[in-house]
């Protein structure tokens, strides 16, 4: 994790509402990534810039996501420009059994453009 992460988040929540007013610090609730490392810098950022951070707990997440994805009308991907992208929503199915019947599980892995998307 890059050491002016926490000043990048800040950079970015400080902003004006207005095009020439004043810009100001907005006190979001930023959510992060749950590894052991990054628990330790939201202590930081809690105690020594005031950012609201929650742990975002991916773990039980993916399912979820993946519903919502699945539930909404049109997903559109150019296929021109993201290829990969394009191929892992195409090729990505639920996984099956030896005796080829679908189990309602999706295997993790050849993800990356979806986990960006969801």
Known sequence: MPADTEHIVVDALTYA??????????????????TPDFKVQMATWRCELGIRVHLARKARM??????????????????????RTFEEFACKE???DRDGRWI??????DDHSIDAVR
């Open 94 to 96: 639920f996984v099956r």
């Open 62 to 83: 993916r399912r979820l996501s993946y519903d919502w994805l699945a539930g909404l009308r049109e997903i559109v991907i150019d296929h021109a420009r993201c290829l």
């Open 104 to 109: 309602d599980e999706i295997p993790d892995g």
């Open 17 to 34: 509402d207005e095009k020439g007013a004043e810009p100001y610090f907005h006190d979001q609730m930023v959510w992060c990534d749950d």
